[in-house]
């Protein structure tokens, strides 16, 4: 399995210009999420997904949209750049057992920066 | 906002000392805390996770302690070594949701 696979590993971007940052996943997880990570702040949501079809947003949604038209992808999309959206760009999915526990999985990242 | 507090920012330990990373929450309805171990250039690894069901759980050499009534829980690390050196997250969610907030990180640095 490769897990949960991130594409581009880094992206420059100028302000106005948009662009989608790329996740699979091969393990049949039901939920997948973008995260935001930035110094000193850990990581953010963005937006989320619990299946195929249905997404919802997180604590920083704005300025992204996702879609999840099948269960192994969940692309992020950047409508128009800006200098604030400068960050490491986390893709996780998970699945819960039985038990409740939670186990999330996460990409390597994209590092994206906006000029 | 809902709040994940995580202290220190970053701890310096000895090769063999213990470390010890704390973090606070304010809602009572977190169900789930887990910690992550992310090294540099990579994405968060999930460590060691507990449940407000239990005050203590342990896997190897790294210990979750949990105290409900202060709400806050914490990493020990025992033995530190110098491979543990990385960037460790507390998160908490709620149950019947995917969402996690989590903690502000924890640069851990062991000296050999």
């Known amino acids: 399995n490769a897990g949960v696979t991130q594409t581009p590993k880094f992206q420059v971007l100028k302000t106005g210009q948009s662009m989608t940052l790329q996740c699979a996943q091969d393990m049949n997880h039901e939920y997948m999420s973008w995260y935001r990570q930035d110094p000193g702040m850990g990581l953010r949501l963005i937006h989320y997904?619990?299946?195929?079809?249905?997404?919802d947003q997180g604590e920083v949604p704005n300025g992204y949209n996702v879609s999840r038209s099948t269960t192994e992808d969940f692309p992020l999309r950047l409508l128009s750049a800006a200098p604030s959206q400068t960050s490491v760009y986390f893709c996780?999915?998970?699945?819960?057992?039985?038990?409740?526990?939670?186990?999330?999985?996460f990409g390597p990242g994209t590092r994206l920066t906006v000029l | 906002q809902q709040q994940v507090k995580q202290s220190p920012q970053s701890l310096i330990v000895q090769k063999g000392g213990i470390s010890i990373i704390n973090c606070a929450y304010e809602?009572?309805?977190?169900?789930?805390f887990p910690w992550y171990q992310q090294f540099p250039g990579k994405g968060p690894a999930l460590l060691i996770a507990?449940?407000?069901?239990?005050s203590e759980k342990k896997e190897g050499r790294f210990t979750i302690s949990f105290n409900k009534s202060a709400k806050q829980f914490s990493l020990h690390i025992m033995d530190s070594q110098p491979g543990d050196s990385a960037t460790y997250f507390c998160?908490?969610?709620?149950?019947?949701?995917?969402?996690?907030?989590f903690g502000t990180g924890t640069r851990l640095k062991v000296l050999a």
């Open positions: 507990i449940r407000p069901d239990v």
């Open positions: 996780a999915s998970s699945y819960r057992t039985s038990g409740y526990t939670d186990t999330q999985y």
């Open positions: 998160a908490a969610s709620s149950p019947g949701t995917y969402k996690y907030i």
């Open positions: 997904s619990v299946g195929a079809g249905i997404t």
């Open positions: 809602n009572t309805a977190f169900d789930y």
